[in-house]
């Protein structure tokens, strides 16, 4: 009797606490959610402006001001969204490791996680190399095409924008190894461990 009242009262996931051996990845996941996350939010509230002086009448200054956005730049579009994709696949995913019972079909979780964890370093990876470039560009110029230097003048954008490619880095860096994990999950399968 009293265990039928236990399994009435259970809600949601069964199994709620991974196994041991399973934190492991689950935690790898935790911190690869974080720095994507950082990533996302650093980058998507960059943004700095300056008023400067462009030319001088007699003794008079004429300024501008000027903005520097993230949403200026494709590549740093690029990168939010990737990024932002990441950190939601790496949230799903931890759901379906602790929920991961009820969501296996026929034996494909694993597989489909594996997949869907390789197309993410793809993205992210994507994602940090055009953000890179452009960080690069924005910091150097291009004497070849004419094209200045912006670090120099808005040195807050560029200084967040770099914290944002590191962050990214690391959650890149954590999504392959997570990559790894779940193929080798996938092909090191316990006998003993339907899961």
């Known amino acids: 009797m009293g265990l039928q009242n236990e399994e009435k009262l259970e809600l949601g996931c069964t199994g709620l606490q991974p196994k041991p051996k399973k934190w492991v990845l689950l935690m790898v996941r935790v911190v690869a959610f974080l720095a994507t996350a950082a990533a996302t939010l650093v980058m998507a509230l960059n943004k700095e402006t300056k008023t400067l002086v462009v030319a ?38 931890i759901m379906v490791e602790l929920c991961g019972q009820k969501l296996d079909y026929k034996g494909m979780r694993l597989a489909m996680v594996a997949i869907l964890d390789m197309m993410t370093v793809a993205l992210v990876s994507g994602g940090a190399s055009a ?65």
């Not at 910091?139 to 230097?149: E, I, P, Y």
């Not at 690391?170 to 080798?184: K, Q, R, T, W, Y």
Request: proline share 3%; aromatic share 8%.
């Open 56 to 93: 001088t009448v007699g003794n008079t200054p004429i300024k501008v001001t000027l903005t520097a956005k993230f949403q200026h730049t494709p590549a740093f579009v690029f990168f939010v969204i990737a990024n932002g994709m990441a950190s939601f696949h790496n949230l799903l995913m």
């Open 131 to 195: 953000a890179t470039f452009m960080a690069e560009l924005g910091k150097n110029g291009n004497s070849h095409a004419r094209w200045d230097k912006i670090c120099d003048k808005f040195e807050t954008f560029c200084d967040h924008g770099g914290a944002a490619l590191i962050a990214s880095s690391a959650g890149l860096i954590l999504m392959m190894i997570i990559s790894v994990m779940s193929i080798m999950k996938l092909l090191i399968k316990p006998k003993s461990d339907s899961s």
